[in-house]
């Protein structure tokens, strides 16, 4: 027999009500507001736009604050709101080689077009806490310098010539772009398709998995041939105008990495290459990402599949952290008749186990008594 | 008559990337002050919705998509029968409503001038000041390599 159970209903409007609370905090400090948080909480912003799959500054900022600073509880609400809008298309591809670049490295390269640019990078900073920025003092304006207009090709396309790189990933020519948003996921993954779900994926999940590859499973001996971090503008085809119709520009973070490759029987020696590239400013979540992405070809390249980030279906199954907290959080929800099930389950079964256990020690006794 | 053609379509385009780049108080307080008219029936929206972002494998390689964007555009008509159509990243629907009404007035040969100087070239100058800034910031973080000579020889 099955009696449904209500009730919690009061309980639960006063959680949130206290949730109200508590997200507001002391009252007599200010309220944040979504531009404070847009400005000055950024990266954190960046993340939320990147792992949520949506790229709005303000709704991810105020995602941010309606899950009080938690980050993959702000991806959730990001994510449930991108199901409420319609779908106007598929932008033409950006470029990012005509990226607005705001820092650009190489760590292959020393000298090439376009030069080391750092930017707005923590590299190099001491780590140590800055006691006058808790105290809200005046910040310097930046130092500027006169640019000559010089073009940035991408690291890749310059090592091209030489033949001892790969090119760009290509597909065949009548290959449609996979999308997870459509389609369930299938294994094995065509390339775009995994590469679509890293852009999304967890960036502490990629970030063990690519650590993991240079600790040695999967080991790739990878470079960072180029990160680059700027704005590319975005362009959509419409059947009411007669050219692709400019939509304004959005910030990415791209990353080349370049993997040394000894050739096997389905490819020659050469440097290979694992691409990465998401929303906003995240040169880490990038890196992760190219990491995975290089790794991941190992079946492609003819390499033997023995490490947890070479195996398709454990990274991409397992990169989604919205996926991963619905599963995981999922547990705390009742499961009182799950549980009573499995514990009149195990009460017989202890009892059975009790009553063979009696019944051996009863014959144990008849033996030493005989 | 092609190449002309070709250039009109250049040049509405440049004017359509302007206005979606733009912010919505800067194109309402230039539309007020060059005075232009905005009166037109709303044909579509203005709606928002979601584009897919895409990139290409390697930077230059065969498409994937990357995630999407908000998008909100819109399309008007203006009481000449004028259509003009906006699209721009994020979920401003005022902004839409007047870049398509800036659109359908830039088509029209009378007010094309107005559009172009009262509206299109402050924003294009703001724009282009803007990124000069970031530019010459950023290239003042540009290394500088020199070597040192060390050791006797």
Not at chain 2, 37 to 66: D, M, Q, W
Request: with cysteine.
């Amino acid at each position: 027999m099955y009696v449904a159970v209500k009730g919690g209903e009061a309980a639960i409007a006063n959680a949130h009500r206290l949730l109200a609370d508590r997200r507001r905090g002391d009252r007599s400090v200010p309220a944040l507001r979504l531009d404070q948080i847009a400005e000055q909480l950024a990266l954190g912003v960046d993340r939320v736009m990147s792992e949520g799959s949506l790229y709005d500054r303000e709704l991810a900022a105020l995602a941010v604050v309606q899950a009080r600073g938690d980050m993959i509880e702000a991806i959730f609400l990001v994510r449930a709101y991108r199901t409420t809008l319609p779908r106007f298309g598929y932008t033409c591809p950006v470029d990012t080689g005509a990226m607005q670049v705001e820092r650009r490295v190489s760590a292959t390269y020393k000298d090439l077009p376009g030069g080391q640019v750092l930017g707005p990078t923590f590299d190099y900073t001491h780590r140590l806490l800055d006691p006058e920025l808790a105290a809200g003092g005046d910040v310097e304006a930046p130092t500027e310098r006169p640019a000559e207009a010089e073009a940035m090709p991408r690291v890749s396309s310059i090592l091209a010539h030489e033949g001892l790189i790969e090119a760009d990933g290509d597909m065949p020519l009548d290959h449609v772009p996979g999308d997870i948003t459509r389609e369930p996921l299938q294994f094995p993954m065509a390339r775009d398709i995994r590469l679509q779900a890293l852009s999304r994926g967890d960036e502490g999940f990629l970030l063990a998995l690519g650590y993991s590859t240079q600790r040695g499973y999967a080991r790739n001996h990878p470079f960072v041939g180029e990160i680059r971090i700027g704005e590319v503008e975005l362009e959509l085809d419409v059947p009411e105008l007669p050219f692709a119709v400019p939509l304004g520009a959005i910030r990415v973070t791209e990353c080349q990495m370049v993997n040394q490759f000894k050739g096997s029987a389905k490819a020659p020696p050469q440097f290979t290459r694992g691409y990465g590239l998401v929303f906003g400013q995240s040169e880490r979540k990038a890196m992760a990402m190219a990491l995975c992405d290089r790794a991941l070809r190992a079946s492609e390249l003819g390499e033997d599949v023995v490490a947890a980030a070479q195996d398709e279906e454990f990274v991409i199954s397992h990169s989604d952290n919205v996926q991963a907290t619905g599963f995981v959080e999922h547990l705390k929800l009742p499961h009182y008749v799950d549980f009573q099930a499995e514990l009149d389950l195990v009460r017989r079964m202890r009892a059975e186990y009790e009553a063979r256990e009696n019944e051996n020690r009863a014959e144990d006794k008849r033996e030493a008594a005989e | 008559m092609r190449r002309q053609e070709a250039r009109e379509q250049a040049e509405r385009k440049a004017m359509m990337a302007i206005l979606a780049q733009a912010k919505a108080d800067e194109i309402a307080r230039l539309w007020s002050e060059a005075g232009l008219p905005s009166e037109a029936e709303l044909l579509r929206g203005p709606e928002t919705g979601l584009v897919t972002v895409r990139g290409r494998i390697g930077g230059g390689g065969a498409p994937f998509n990357v995630g999407e964007a908000t998008v909100t555009r819109a399309t008007v008509r203006l009481p000449s029968g004028q259509v003009g159509h906006s699209y721009a990243l994020g979920r401003d629907k005022g902004k839409a409503r007047l870049a398509a009404i800036a659109d359908a007035l830039w088509q029209e040969p009378a007010h094309r001038e107005a559009v172009e100087t009262g509206l299109v070239a402050p924003l294009r100058a703001a724009l282009e000041e803007a990124r000069e800034k970031r530019r010459v910031e950023t290239a003042a973080t540009k290394v500088d390599f020199f070597t040192m000579v060390r050791g006797e020889d």
